[in-house]
């Protein structure tokens, strides 16, 4: 049990200096946290040396190989903080983030809350095009607003609500989008907050980046052809080069529209459409494919 108002769990997949980075980030909160670090069999030696002997964080193995939702969802059915949040073990926060989520739900109660994602992984055109592909949307500055989508790496929840709504799909390990159309559908507040600002961090080369696109893109469609009829997987997966063209619009408009992203538009506009194509040959195989086996290289 804990006295801490706020529990933050961590999914451990990308080794052992990333979690450490992220959990001594989380040392230096100025409010009393419950860590929860949740780790499978590829990556429980690695979770252990960076939690280390003596440390207040409870680390949670689940045995063989799991997904990120997996490793969540049994992160959030163990936490006892009113407030759980989520955060990606490539990410970092400043002393004030546990303050701001508890803030925000203060303001928001019985509410899911999403937060800022800033650019800390460096300024090479391939940390450039896999931020905004993926974050773009959740760049600071913003004002507060509702929001249906929320950044799954950097989201809060009312415990309580979350359990209540999305009991099944914690139970079956579901992706956070999925969470959070479940909690819209059955009148659940989601908002965007950024004063709750954690900042990605991650290194990829090209060839990551596009690998990743790819798995993303096939455990999103599997996702969401889970409860689709043959008729509309087969539909979807024939739309692929309709999604190509819809991933790059968007992608690209987004960037030019903003002046802070707008230098960045052109020279990154051979990754925006390499992902695009990555992303929707993903998808295009996850309507044929089962969700779970989609999601289990997704790291």
Known sequence: MTDAALSVVVASVNGRDALARCLTALARSSESLEVIVVADDSAQAAAKQAVGEGSRVTLVHLDGRRTIPE???????RARGAIVAVLGDHYEVDPRWASA???SHRRHPRAA???AVENASGDRLVDRAAYLCEYHPFMPPFAEHASATLPGPNASYDRDVLERECRDLLERGAWDHVLHARLAARGVRSWMDPSIVASYTKRLTAAE??????????AYGAASAATAPLGRRLLRAAAAPAIVVLQLWRTTGRAIADPRTRP????????????????????????????????????
């Open 71 to 77: 490793l969540r969802s049994a992160g959030i059915r």
């Open 101 to 103: 989520v508890l803030a």
């Open 113 to 115: 809350i999403g937060g």
């Open 209 to 218: 980046f596009l690998t990743q696109r790819y798995r993303f893109g096939r």
């Open 264 to 299: 960045w538009a052109l020279p990154c506009w051979p990754l925006f459409a390499l992902s695009a194509v990555a992303w929707s040959a993903g998808e295009a195989m996850g309507y044929a494919g089962r969700p779970r086996d989609a999601s289990l290289d997704v790291r």
